[in-house]
């Protein structure tokens, strides 16, 4: 469930996300966010710990933080590529 839990995040934050920095839902780089806005959730419960909204042994507050910070930094970086 874990990992259920921590897909979910990462995909509603890569969605918000990429529909906010790019005006829709997947931009040119959509895999490449999507996979950075997973690695991000995952990181930001691994490094943020235990702590506030645990769903099925996830931080979905740090997931959401982490998966939030990943992706911004990608669209801006794949932004400058450009």
Same mark, same amino acid.
């Given at each position: 469930m874990f990992w259920f839990v921590w897909a979910v995040v990462?995909?509603?934050?890569w969605w918000a996300m990429n529909s906010i920095m790019t005006g829709k839902a997947a931009g040119t780089s959509w895999w +490449?966010? !999507?996979i950075a806005a !997973? /690695?991000?959730?995952? !990181?930001g419960d691994l490094v943020l710990g235990d702590w506030l909204w645990l =769903? +099925? @042994?996830f931080n979905v507050i +740090?997931?959401?933080? @982490?998966a939030?910070?990943?992706? =911004? /930094? =990608?669209n801006l970086l794949?932004?400058?590529a450009k």
């Open positions: 990462g995909v509603v934050v +490449a966010s !999507l !997973l /690695l991000g959730s995952w !990181l =769903w +099925a @042994g +740090a997931g959401v933080i @982490g939030v910070v990943l992706t =911004w /930094l =990608w794949s932004k400058q």
